[in-house]
Structures are given as structure tokens and as C-alpha cells.
């Protein structure tokens, strides 16, 4: 099974400022890889799929890079409404196994 | 637009049953696999099942393969999650999602989740 491991499991920033967040995967997932963000008390969104493509509807702020096993999801100006748990997702070779990161906490100071 | 809202959830006993719908509106609901995703609380997210458009594949979370059945009426529009042999370390919340692609699942699709419904709760507990 194919393990994400994202790093750091919280980030406090400002403001404007610009957040990085990481996602490791234990073996190769080529570039299918998804990002999800979730508020507190919603169901999750889908931001970034296959690595680097936005979902729609996605501000432009919102980027994601990376393939193989080294992926990051940047924000580039954060905005207040940016505090939310940040996931990684995978999906291994077939038959499917979906597994997700532990979450990146995201907090806007 | 795409929705998708669950229900059925609840507080059940330990080795009891309980089946979860999701109602989905927006969309050719047909043509598109659709997956159960759940969350414990406090927790992060876990897979469950998916389906394809058809019914014709089902595949499981190890965690409950054997105990949970996934299936749908297209018909109706909509999806299901018969879950048998509950267990404590089943409470959580449980999403419904979309495939983005109206397509058969194999190895080269199938990758991610579109939309989430709100999700519906499920609480085993004696």
C-alpha cells in the first residue's frame, strides 16, 4: 500500500504571505495526484488533480507541483478564508486503493 | 448543478446494520462511478468503496471487505451503502463522491473525487 506523508502537520502564517505544503508518497504515483481542502465542518473540495491541474472553480492563487513520490501544494497570497485541513490523495495501481495523506492544518494569523 | 446529499446515518449497536443513501442531482448520475469516502472524528479521511457507472464493479477498503456493500439504482439516482457488522471503529462521517469523467473505471482512470456531498453521521455505540 502506498503511504502519503504530509509535512508539516501545521502551518500559522499570515495574511498575504505564501504557504507550501508537502506531500511525500512512499513509492512512484506518477503525476496522479489530488489535493483536497477542507473547512472546518464541510465536506472536502477538490483543488488540484493529476499534480497540477485546478479543479474548477479554483482560484488562480491555489498551484500544485511534483511528480513521482515529491508533490507541493503552494498558495501564493494567502487569504483569511484559506484556514482549513489541507489532504493529499493517491490512488494505487489495479485493482484501486485510495489512500490520503494525514492532513496539513492550515492556520491564517 | 452536481448534488449529492446523503442520509440514513444514525446511532446503531455494535453488530447491527444500518444502509446510507446518496441522492444525487445535476448530473447524468448513469454515466459516472461514484465512490463512499468516510471520516472518523477528529480524523482524516479514508476510502470506503467505489462503483462503477454500471454497477458491474465493486471494489473495498480491506477495512470493510466482507461487511459493507456497495451498490445503486440509476433508476432513482441513487447510491448505497449497506453496512453490516458494525463495529466502534466504524463511527464517522461518511461522504458520497463523484468520479469527474463519465467513464468506466480501470487502471488508466479513476482517480480522484469531484464532488462530496455534506455527509451523514454514523455513530456505533452500545
Known amino acids: 500500500e502506498i503511504v502519503l506523508t504530509q509535512s508539516p502537520a501545521t502551518l500559522s502564517l499570515s495574511p498575504g504571505e505564501r504557504a507550501t505544503l508537502s506531500c511525500r508518497a512512499s513509492q512512484s504515483v506518477s503525476s496522479y495526484l489530488a489535493w483536497y481542502q477542507q473547512k472546518l465542518g464541510q465536506a472536502p473540495r477538490l483543488l488540484i488533480y493529476d499534480a497540477s491541474d485546478r479543479a474548477t472553480g479554483i482560484p488562480a492563487r491555489f498551484s500544485g507541483s511534483g511528480s513521482g513520490t515529491d508533490f507541493t501544494l503552494t498558495i501564493s497570497s494567502l487569504e483569511p478564508e484559506d484556514s482549513a485541513v489541507y489532504y493529499c490523495?493517491?490512488?494505487?495501481?489495479?485493482?484501486?486503493?485510495?489512500?490520503f495523506g494525514q492532513g496539513t492544518k492550515l492556520e491564517i494569523k | 448543478q452536481v448534488q449529492l446529499v446523503e442520509s440514513g446515518g444514525g446511532v446503531v449497536q455494535p453488530g447491527r446494520s444500518l444502509r446510507l443513501s446518496c441522492a444525487a442531482s445535476?448530473?447524468?448520475?448513469?454515466?459516472?462511478?461514484m465512490y463512499w469516502v468516510r471520516q472518523a472524528p477528529g480524523k482524516g479521511l479514508e476510502w470506503v468503496a467505489l462503483i462503477s457507472y454500471d454497477g458491474s464493479s465493486k471494489y473495498y477498503a480491506d477495512s470493510v471487505k466482507g461487511r459493507f456493500t456497495i451498490s445503486r439504482d440509476n433508476s432513482k439516482n441513487t447510491l448505497y451503502l449497506q453496512m453490516n457488522g458494525l463495529r466502534a471503529d466504524d463511527t464517522a462521517v461518511f461522504y458520497c463522491?463523484?468520479?469527474?469523467?463519465?467513464?468506466?473505471?480501470?487502471?488508466?482512470?479513476?482517480?480522484?473525487?469531484?464532488?462530496w456531498g455534506q455527509g451523514t453521521l454514523v455513530t456505533v455505540s452500545s
Open positions: 445535476g448530473f447524468t448520475f448513469s454515466s459516472y462511478a
Open positions: 463522491a463523484r468520479d469527474p469523467k463519465p467513464e468506466y473505471c480501470s487502471s488508466a482512470s479513476c482517480y480522484h473525487f469531484d464532488y
Open positions: 490523495q493517491q490512488r494505487s495501481n489495479w485493482p484501486p486503493k485510495y489512500t
